[in-house]
C-alpha cells in the first residue's frame, strides 16, 4: 500500500486494482487495520505545508486608535 503506484489511492481501490491484476492479499477491512496500526491511516497524500502565520499586535497610543 505504500508504492509509489498507490501512494494516493484509498485502500478499497488499492484493493480493486489488486483484485483485477489477480492477486487477493486480504480484505478492505484489513487494509485499513493495517494502515490505522502503522499509524498511516488519515490522509495518505502529500499535503501543502502552509507557512506559520504572525498574528498581528495591535498598539493604540491614544483613545478610539484600534478597533477589532
Excluded at 498507490?6 to 489488486?18: D, G, K, T
Aim: contains cysteine; neutral net charge; hydrophobic residues 40%.
Amino acid at each position: 500500500m505504500n508504492c509509489d503506484e498507490y501512494a494516493e489511492l484509498a485502500p478499497a481501490q488499492i484493493w480493486a486494482a489488486e483484485l483485477d491484476a489477480g492477486r487477493y492479499h486480504c480484505s478492505v477491512s484489513t487494509m485499513y487495520r493495517i494502515l490505522r496500526d502503522k499509524g498511516q491511516s488519515g490522509e495518505r497524500r502529500r499535503q501543502a505545508a502552509h507557512p506559520a502565520r504572525a498574528v498581528p499586535e495591535l498598539v493604540a497610543t491614544a483613545p478610539s486608535q484600534v478597533f477589532t
